[in-house]
Antibody, heavy 117, light 108 residues
Framework: EVQLVESGGGLVQPGSSLKLSCVASGFTFSSYNMHWIRQAPKKGLEWIALIYYDNNNKYYADSVKGRFTISRDNSKNTLYLEMNSLRSEDTAMYYC??????????WGQGASVTVSS | DIQMTQSPASLSASLEEIVTITCQASQDIGNWLSWYQQKPGKSPQLLIYGATSLADGVPSRFSGSRSGTQYSLTISRLQVEDIGIYFCLQASSTPPWTFGGGTKLELK
């Protein structure tokens, strides 16, 4: 069974940093591209980052480009999202998601990030 | 960037009713369209991929269709467990991928 377990969320002040982790199991992590997708409270879904299976390509939404960094450690079956210069509009549930072809076939339970003073 | 316009934003329907939700792409995305269901407090779940293919374990009352750049999700006979929010997602070519704004489906 595919499992994605996020951690590292919390309450932080504007301008600060936070790093999310997502531990994957139940599939060959190193063979799949992975995403981070977020959902602000009572809002829709926003795709924010994609990393290829081999770390060679990374893509970001304009809303996070230059502030967020997606990375992975295939030896640890772990996906990361390093978030810097956090803003109130970054407050959201952050989902780790597994890519399969042109769609997402598995989602984590989410990590809650609140940016507030 | 490709925009996905999803309608309606909310929908109230009766049990056993046929329900249709649509997503309009701002340009050609081929069949790179998937649909997701999100129940309250839960993560989204895949329903349809490749515009028309049913994901494993999804009831056959769900179906997807395409007409040009307009994509539809149809629930043939609405059940209580179908209540939730539905999203489309386009994944055509290079990112960014974009979601539709969502449709909140309620029971009448």
């Amino acid at each position: 069974e595919v499992q994605l377990v996020e951690s590292g969320g919390g309450l932080v002040q504007p301008g600060s940093s936070l790093k999310l982790s997502c531990v994957a199991s139940g599939f060959t992590f190193s063979s799949y591209n992975m995403h981070w997708i977020r959902q602000a409270p009572k809002k829709g879904l926003e795709w924010i980052a994609l990393i290829y299976y081999d770390n060679n390509n990374k893509y970001y939404a304009d809303s996070v480009k230059g502030r967020f960094t997606i990375s992975r450690d295939n030896s640890k079956n772990t996906l990361y999202l390093e978030m810097n210069s956090l803003r109130s509009e970054d407050t959201a549930m952050y989902y780790c998601a597994k890519n399969f072809g042109g769609y997402v076939d598995a989602w984590g339970q989410g990590a809650s990030v609140t940016v507030s003073s | 960037d490709i925009q996905m316009t999803q309608s309606p934003a909310s929908l109230s329907a009766s049990l056993e009713e046929i329900v249709t939700i649509t997503c309009q792409a701002s340009q050609d995305i081929g069949n790179w369209l998937s649909w997701y269901q999100q129940k309250p407090g839960k993560s989204p779940q895949l329903l349809i991929y490749g515009a028309t293919s049913l994901a494993d374990g999804v009831p056959s009352r769900f179906s997807g269709s395409r007409s040009g750049t307009q994509y539809s999700l149809t629930i043939s006979r609405l059940q209580v467990e179908d209540i939730g929010i539905y999203f489309c997602l386009q994944a055509s070519s290079t990112p960014p991928w974009t979601f539709g704004g969502g449709t909140k489906l309620e029971l009448k």
